[in-house]
C-alpha cells in the first residue's frame, strides 16, 4: 500500500517540477495564458504528491486488510488474584509483556475504511492495535480496582487515524475510520488468537 503511494507522490512530483519549467519558459517568452495554465497543473499535481506524500507516512504502521487475518497471539498466563501477564506477539515476530489487572484481557485497534476511488492509489481497508489491558467482570470493580492499560502502537512521524479526524483534505478518500475492541476472561493459561476482519476484532482460545 505505501509503496505504490509513495511512488505516485514521486511521480506527481517530477511532473509537477516539468510543469514548472515549462510554466518559467512560456513566462520567459511573454505566453501568459500557457505559463499561468502550466503552473496551475503544477500546482495541482503538487498537491496530490504532497497529499499522497502526508498518506504514506501517516498509514506507517497500519496493515491492509482484504480479509481475516491474524493480528496478535497473546499468551496469558494468572499471576495472581485478578492479575495476569500477557505476552503479546506480532506477525512480524514483535514480542512485548505485560502484567495486568482484571478478570479478562482487553484489546482494541484503529480501523481506516477508504472508498473504492482510493483503491486506485492502492489505499484499502487498514488496521493498527491500539491499546491492551485488563478488564474487570463486575461494574462496581472497574470502578474501584486498580487500571492497568498499555498501548501497542507503533512510534511514527503522523498517524493516519489522528490525522483522518482533523484534515478535511482526506474526507473525499475516506469511507470510515473507527475503533473495535475484544475482550476474553483470563481463568487459566491460554492462548489467545487475536484476529481482525472487516467487521472488526474478535478473539479465538486455544490451550497452550
Not at 503544477?42 to 496530490?48: F, H, N, S
Amino acid at each position: 500500500m505505501s509503496q505504490l503511494t509513495l511512488i505516485i507522490a514521486v511521480v506527481a512530483g517530477l511532473l509537477a517540477i516539468g510543469f514548472v519549467a515549462a510554466a518559467v519558459r512560456s513566462l520567459r517568452r511573454r505566453r501568459y495564458v500557457s505559463s499561468a495554465v502550466d503552473g496551475l497543473v503544477a500546482a495541482v499535481l503538487l498537491l496530490c504528491g504532497l497529499l499522497l506524500g502526508v498518506i504514506t507516512v501517516a498509514t506507517q504502521g497500519y496493515r491492509a486488510l482484504t480479509h481475516e487475518e491474524l493480528a496478535a497471539t497473546v499468551e496469558v498466563r494468572p499471576t495472581g488474584v485478578r492479575r495476569f501477564e500477557a505476552l503479546v506477539v506480532r506477525p512480524d515476530g514483535g514480542r512485548d509483556t505485560f502484567e495486568v489487572a482484571g478478570d479478562q484481557v482487553y484489546l482494541d485497534a484503529h480501523i481506516l475504511k477508504w472508498k473504492p476511488i482510493a483503491n486506485l492509489f492502492g489505499l484499502h481497508t487498514g488496521y493498527e492495535l491500539d491499546r491492551i489491558g485488563g478488564r474487570y467482570d463486575d461494574i462496581a470493580s472497574e470502578l474501584a480496582r486498580e487500571k492497568t492499560i498499555f498501548s501497542l502502537k507503533r512510534d511514527k512521524p503522523l498517524d493516519m487515524f489522528a490525522l483522518a479526524r482533523s484534515s478535511s483534505l482526506l474526507a473525499p478518500l475516506l469511507d470510515a475510520e473507527y475503533g473495535s475492541a475484544t475482550f476474553q476472561w483470563v481463568e487459566r493459561p491460554a492462548v489467545l488468537d487475536v484476529y481482525v476482519s472487516t467487521t472488526g476484532l474478535l478473539i479465538r482460545t486455544r490451550r497452550p
